[in-house]
């Protein structure tokens, strides 16, 4: 009766392997989210030395900025920033609209029900 011989370094070097990446993922994710919000911290410092003229024009203003700053420190400062501008951007979009017009409502009307021109 032969016995089957199996490799055990190469199995065990596996299993060692998925345990180190088990144990080291939460370790790096934790260090790409605290490095995101440095980097998210910075750039909102950077929109604060902003005058208000050039915080108008991508749609925030002061008190944005400072509403952004005044939430705690875990919290992603130009995830409120981003939320405002788009905000004011979709009521700007929204306000632009013409509620009626004469020439809009004869666009809609069928062929049928339109007035027929005269041949001059």
Same mark, same amino acid.
């Given at each position: $009766? ?5 490799? &055990? /370094?190469? /199995?065990?070097a %596996? ?10 993922a +939460? &370790?790096?994710?934790?260090? !790409? ?6 980097? #998210?911290?910075? #750039?909102?410092? &950077? /929109? ?5 003229? $050039? /915080?108008?024009?991508? %749609? ?11 939430? +705690?420190?875990? =919290?992603? +400062?130009?995830?409120?920033?981003? =939320?405002?501008?788009? =905000?004011?951007? $979709?009521?700007?979009a929204? #306000?632009?609209? +013409? ?5 809009? !409502? ?13 041949? &001059?």
């Open positions: $009766m032969t016995t089957a011989q199996y490799p &055990v /370094l190469p /199995l065990a %596996g299993i060692l392997a998925r345990a180190f990446a088990a144990f080291l +939460p &370790v790096v994710l934790s260090s !790409k989210a605290a490095a995101r919000a440095v980097r #998210n911290r910075h #750039n909102a410092n &950077v /929109l604060a030395s902003l005058d208000r003229h $050039m /915080l108008a024009d991508i %749609g925030l203003t002061r008190s944005d900025v400072h509403d952004a700053f005044s939430a +705690p420190l875990w =919290e992603d +400062p130009t995830a409120l920033l981003s =939320e405002r501008a788009i =905000e004011r951007r $979709m009521n700007r929204v #306000n632009r609209i +013409p509620r009626s017009a004469p020439a809009d !409502k004869a666009f809609r009307q069928p062929a049928t029900d339109r007035p027929a021109r005269q041949a &001059v």
